[in-house]
Every structure is written in C-alpha cells, then in structure tokens.
C-alpha cells in the first residue's frame, strides 16, 4: 500500500502498517521505486532517514501466511 509523497532532507521518517489486519509480515519500500528495501519482517513500523534532498513516497507490503 503505497504511502503519500513526503519531501524530506536527513529527516526521519517513521512507516507504520499497524493498520494492516491479520498481517503477519513486511516489506519495506523507502523510496517508492516499487522493489522492497527490507527482507520480510514481523515488525508493523519501521524508522529510516533520507540523506539526499527529494521526494520521496514511501510504499509498505503486507503478507498474511
């Protein structure tokens, strides 16, 4: 599920899928281009920071199973 775009300069950002029901694991794309930055994880949020000035638009996969 995709997240809104957010301009942001070494500024940390917190993406939370908390509200994804029966998930069980996540994958994490900080910087929108549609391929995960993380492996699978059990953890509903996760904290990063943008070193380089842009837009970014931030994206979280749920999987149930």
Known sequence: EGGSA???IAEE???DAAES??????EYDFDGDGQPDTDRLTVEQVTTR???PGQYTPAV???NG
């Open 50 to 52: 943008y070193a380089e």
């Open 6 to 8: 957010s301009n942001v």
């Open 13 to 15: 950002v917190t993406i």
């Open 21 to 26: 029901s029966n998930s069980d694991s996540y």
């Open 61 to 63: 996969t749920a999987y």
